[in-house]
């Protein structure tokens, strides 16, 4: 689960004026991983292989997060783009194909609360970007975006993106000395979106997205 984060402080500007400041942030906990096995006609089946295989998802910088900045209340829409969106890295075999669901909430709640969740004073809302990079590089103009339908982004694609032509043979089946490293990469998940702040009470705002990966 990825907690996002927003917290709204007042503070005074002169004697009789008082605006307030918004600092808005996403902060990610990765919890949802999964793998699983699957037959989809009319594409070589690696499903009988993949549940012998690890899958991984973790954050490229656990220290960088999604910063929205100062805002004022009624700022309106406020945006990060691509460029600077949170990056996860996804580990796993090569050769396999990997589903990926990114579910967002549609809010960021006052202080998690979630009678706010039909009370506009004290709500947030967000909407979800996301996209996938696998060519074996971090780099956003590799990118593909990823379809998003009311906060919920799902793809399918290879952890390493094939050349021209069929697929590749499926993976060696896990051995004695088996070194993971020959047969994995990885592919990168970029997520980012954008906030409209009206006039909210000041407070802590948070809400979540969850990420799930399975192969295909």
């Given at each position: 689960m990825n907690n996002i984060s927003t917290n709204i402080t007042s503070f005074q500007k002169s004697p009789a004026y008082f605006r307030y400041s918004i600092l808005c942030s996403i902060v990610f906990f990765i919890t949802s991983i999964s793998s699983s096995t699957s037959v989809s006609a009319q594409e070589i089946d690696f499903g009988q292989y993949s549940s012998a295989y690890s899958i991984s998802l973790s954050e490229f910088n656990p220290s960088e997060e999604l910063e929205f900045g100062t805002l004022i209340q009624n700022q309106g829409p406020t945006s990060i783009d691509l460029?600077?969106?949170?990056?996860?890295?996804?580990?796993?075999?090569?050769?396999?194909?990997?589903?990926v669901d990114i579910t967002a909430d549609n809010y960021l709640l006052l202080n998690g609360d979630l009678g706010c969740e039909t009370d506009p004073s004290c709500r947030i809302p967000f909407t979800l970007q996301?996209?996938?990079?696998?060519?074996?590089?971090?780099?956003?103009?590799?990118?593909?975006?990823?379809?998003?339908?009311?906060n919920v982004a799902s793809a399918q694609f290879q952890i390493l993106q094939r050349t021209n032509g069929p697929p590749g043979p499926p993976p060696t089946p896990v051995?004695?000395?088996?070194?993971?490293?020959?047969f994995n990469e990885t592919a990168y998940l970029y997520i980012y979106g954008s906030i409209n702040v009206g006039n909210v009470d000041a407070g802590s705002y948070t809400s979540s997205i969850s990420?799930?990966?399975?192969?295909?």
């Open positions: 460029v600077n969106a949170k990056v996860l890295t996804l580990e796993g075999v090569k050769y396999l194909d990997v589903i996301a996209a996938y990079a696998n060519r074996g590089n971090n780099n956003v103009n590799e990118s593909v975006s990823i379809t998003v339908l009311s051995y004695e000395g088996y070194d993971p490293n020959i990420v799930t990966i399975n192969y295909d």
